[in-house]
């Protein structure tokens, strides 16, 4: 069993940066996806890294802006944003699953809260 804790959300301008942590309990070295979802739309993809931090892959409209990393010795997982856009507003949900999980959410086995990110403009 896996407990993801995601932190770092808040209110911040655009242009600013914020850095989200997805903190892992139970067995780790999952693949770790994140994910958002803004209200009345769906949950989409943002960004995946694999277990050992070897690849990762963006989606179009955060590539240049947003950054993730892992740290496996901490069991945690981050996701640096910077330039951010009102309309990067949403709940980010972290979620880990197998290497082969990357974009598809119904491939992740675990699920974190979320937490909210609002972006001012």
């Known amino acids: 069993q896996v407990q993801l804790v995601e932190s770092g959300g808040g209110l911040v301008q655009a242009g600013s940066s914020l850095r989200l942590s997805c903190a892992a309990s139970g067995r780790t070295f999952y693949a770790v996806g994140w994910f958002r979802q803004a209200p009345g739309k769906e949950r989409e993809f943002v960004v995946y890294?694999?277990?050992?931090?070897?690849?990762?892959r963006y989606a179009d409209f955060v590539k240049g802006r947003f950054t993730i990393s892992r740290n496996n010795a901490k069991n945690t997982v981050y996701l640096q944003m910077n330039s951010l856009k009102p309309e990067d507003t949403a709940v980010y949900y972290c979620?880990?699953?197998?290497?082969?999980?990357?974009?598809?959410?119904?491939?992740?086995?675990?699920w974190g809260q979320g937490t909210q990110v609002t972006v001012s403009s």
């Open positions: 890294i694999s277990g050992s931090g070897s690849t990762t």
């Open positions: 979620a880990a699953g197998p290497t082969s999980a990357v974009v598809t959410t119904e491939n992740y086995n675990y």
